[in-house]
Nanobody, 123 residues
């Protein structure tokens, strides 16, 4: 019904940048709030950033505020996460997620998930 595919992860050094992209399959992208979450080994999945259906409201985790930027292009059915000034603690698998209608920062509220893309930041 909803398929999400992430790309853009990789191995980088501290202070480097990456841009993650997520492609949404389907014809109702504008009905979904979108989010990025991440999970490191031995840790629970955590909120990184979310964006409302129209893109007018965004939320960021304190740990990434000022460094990461979430955006969406409703003409291309994509959502992106620009990550600057990366730190080793940003190392994780990053997941794109979709939640119908209502904006949220809680991963439990999101019903559709991509398979993830690995981001590794070395010191």
């Amino acid at each position: 019904q909803v398929q999400l595919v992430e790309s853009g992860g990789g191995l980088v050094q501290a202070e480097d940048s990456l841009r993650l992209s997520c492609v949404f399959s389907g014809r109702t992208f504008g009905k979904y709030a979108m989010g990025w979450f991440r999970q490191a080994p031995g840790k629970e999945r955590e909120f990184v950033a979310t964006i409302s259906r129209s893109g007018d409201i965004v939320y960021y985790a304190d740990s990434v505020k000022g460094r990461f930027t979430i955006s969406r292009d409703n003409t291309k059915n994509t959502v992106a996460l620009q990550m600057n000034s990366l730190k080793p603690e940003d190392t994780a698998t990053y997941y794109c997620a979709a939640r119908l209608w209502v904006h949220s920062t809680n991963p439990v509220d999101f019903g559709s998930w991509g398979q993830g893309t690995q981001v590794t930041v070395s010191s």
